[in-house]
């Protein structure tokens, strides 16, 4: 039997071995393969339960109702069984359920106030601009919305958008209302005609589809009238100067 130092046991050749300075594996360790979901909100165990949570929230789930069945999200699902218990009689569930809709309410009304300021102070501020733009004889601004399109409910508290909310918006409505005006005259022609001829089959077709154009109209009409009755209605409530100007000597 031939010695260890014969088949160059632990002493392989020269070619064979490690050089200097360099690594036995050029290519470093393989990395670990991430788990998925696992660094979604920071990587701890916590964090990645909490993942896990909203991902199987949404996930939809069929219940049965009686006699039906409907496909909902897993939290809704879960939202009527404690509505159910509650209503059977579960006073602790009742108590979750009122903290639940509590915390929703308070969370909207914060909303609601925020969007009611915001909406204040924005008709303020850009107001004054259309306002001094006007008086000078200049075009207005491209400022979308325009102020009195951010429409305020002083009951309610709720605000809407009546009009344009980008410059693009505007150019796009600027070229219906042409075509609207354009179409205004057939459409009466062919609502006369139709009078005459109920069941006439074109007539009906032509007229449903120059309605869109007629109800853009109309609507397009009562805006601009909305927006004039405000611009005379600031006059109104400013002072002239001259009467200003009296009051102080």
Known sequence: MPSKDNRNYRKPPVE??????????????PKKEAQPGFGALGGGIADRLAAMALNEAMRPVT????????????????????????AQGDIKVGRQLLDVMARGESQ????????????????????RIFEEREREGLDPPDIYPH?????????????TID?????????????????????????FEVEAALKEEPT????????????????????EAARNARREALRLSRRALKKPESEDDTSDQ
């Not at 006439?200 to 609507?219: D, G, I, Q, T």
């Open 108 to 127: 909207r009304t914060a909303t609601a106030v925020e969007m009611l300021q915001s909406a204040a102070r924005y008709k303020e501020e850009y107001g």
């Open 163 to 187: 009009g344009p909310i980008t410059k693009d918006q505007a150019g796009a409505r600027k070229a219906v209302r042409e075509q609207a005006l354009k179409s205004l005259g057939r459409y």
């Open 200 to 219: 006439n089959p074109e007539l009906r077709r032509e007229l449903k589809a120059l309605e869109p154009y007629y109800h853009f109209f109309r609507s």
């Open 63 to 86: 219940v049965r109702e009686g006699e039906k069945t409907s496909e909902m999200p897993a939290m809704q699902a879960l939202l009527r069984t404690m509505f159910r218990a509650a």
């Open 147 to 159: 102020p009195d399109d951010v429409i305020i409910d002083e009951t309610t508290g709720e605000v």
């Open 16 to 29: 064979h071995q490690f050089q200097k300075g360099t690594s036995g594996n050029p290519r470093g360790r």
